[in-house]
């Protein structure tokens, strides 16, 4: 299993567009894969960018957000505003990528709302993405081509690294979807320590099953528990919870009951977490614009504390004020005591 990241970096240096030609061109075996992981650099640091210093009151309202590439910066800054959000656990966020406007998606959302940030790579993207924005970008090329996961904070960022939840490589030997994302990397969580609480923030395979993602919190916990203790903590993000839609449960059932359908709740309650006063009832994905609607909506987003409290969870929908679209997944919030 891959090592934790922990080299950090104010600026992520990026592979170049040869460099990235090549390894679509070439061999796509696992060890091609191995070498690339542990050769370019944006995939052995973390790029860390530090608040104004300031102190970290007694309650915050922590954000997750699967903000699908956020495409739509200032909108998306809109709406985490509203929400109140004073550190924000972000998913699928781009860097250099041509359907999210080449922006350093994680930096200028941070800049906008004043707050510092922690990225890391999950994929370095060797194509254009999926279907969809295939068809809008396929002759345009990505600057950069990153594409990860990260935490935002209006407070310092302290012992920042990122756990990788797998070997990776699955999505450069055979692209699981079949739908022509081709991908160096794997599934990985952000983590850093604010005000001593550490906060996680993390992205399950979408391409799996309910064991599947029972594995990735078991691997996951682990890491925390080795790299920072079993001290507080807040877990956020798209944990993939597929399998409460397959069963048609509702919100509050999903909410008494998730180890019935996706063990991964076991895990997380063995090891002392609780979500019930995390987390809203309601569903957390939307309808994207341009793609087939799958009904009925699902409950991939979720808060998991342990060792401070939360409470007034709720749910915003990712859409601005004009009524726009941002995001297949809503955002959620909890007010956490520390």
Known sequence: MRDPVRQITPSLPTPSQEARKEAASGSRSLQTHANLLSSWDCLTHVEVQQPAPSDVPATVT???????????????????????????????????????????????????????????????ELGTGDPYETSLFAEMPNDHGLHGNAILSRYPLEN??????????????????????????????????????????????????????????????????????????VIGGDLNTAA?????????????????????????????????????????TRAAPGRPVRYPLKKLDWLFVRGVSASDPAIFPAVCERGDYLSDHEPITAKVAL
């Open 160 to 233: 920042v690294s990122l756990l990788p939840l797998d070997d990776g490589g699955r999505w450069f030997t055979d692209s699981p979807k079949n739908d022509g994302q081709f991908r160096i990397g794997g599934r990985m969580a952000m983590a850093a320590q604010i005000g001593g609480v550490t906060f996680v923030s993390v992205h399950y395979e979408s391409v799996s099953d309910a064991q599947g993602r029972a594995d990735q919190t078991r691997r996951m916990l682990d890491l925390i528990q080795a790299e920072y203790g079993h001290g507080p903590c």
């Open 244 to 284: 409460f839609s397959d069963r048609r449960m509702s919100g509050a059932e999903i909410l008494a009951n998730p180890a019935s359908s996706e063990p991964s709740f076991t895990a997380f309650h063995d090891a002392g977490f609780v979500w019930q006063s995390a987390n809203a009832p309601g569903m957390t």
């Open 62 to 124: 922590v954000a997750a957000w699967n903000i699908e590439r956020c495409k739509r910066v200032p909108e998306s800054a809109d709406v985490l505003r509203q929400s109140g959000a004073d550190i924000v656990l972000a998913t699928e966020m781009d860097l250099g990528m041509a359907r999210s406007g080449q922006h350093h998606t994680t930096r200028d959302l941070a800049e906008a709302l004043g707050m510092g940030h922690a990225f890391g790579v999950e994929f370095v």
